[in-house]
């Protein structure tokens, strides 16, 4: 799994005070644009790490799909930050989600 499951910035959600303005979204409900938007504003927001390969946004986009549809990562909306970010399914943060 890539590091571009996880996201060190600021916004970051799941801090355990926010724990109940988070909640999983299955990617499939979803519109095809909506995750499209998601996923394309996950990788290209500040402090994504995705190691010492530069990659084209295409295969990144890719990635995450596959991820997403293996059921290896998962989107999740915290409300407080009005925001979505996607982990990897076994992210401890995420434990309290279930």
């Known amino acids: 799994m890539g590091a ?7 916004n970051a959600p799941l801090q355990k005070e926010e724990m109940m303005t988070a909640f999983i979204i299955p990617h499939d409900q979803l519109s095809k644009a909506a995750l499209q938007g998601v996923v394309e504003e996950f ?11 530069d ?3 295409e295969t990144k986009v890719r990635q995450v799909y596959q991820h997403l549809g293996s059921g290896d990562a ?5 409300g407080k930050t009005e925001s979505c970010n996607i982990f990897h399914k076994d992210d401890p943060l995420l434990k309290a989600l279930r």
């Open 4 to 10: 571009f499951l996880s996201k060190t910035d600021e």
């Open 43 to 53: 990788i290209t927001r500040e402090s994504t790490d995705y190691g010492a390969v």
């Open 55 to 57: 990659l084209s946004l």
């Open 74 to 78: 998962v989107l999740v909306f915290d």
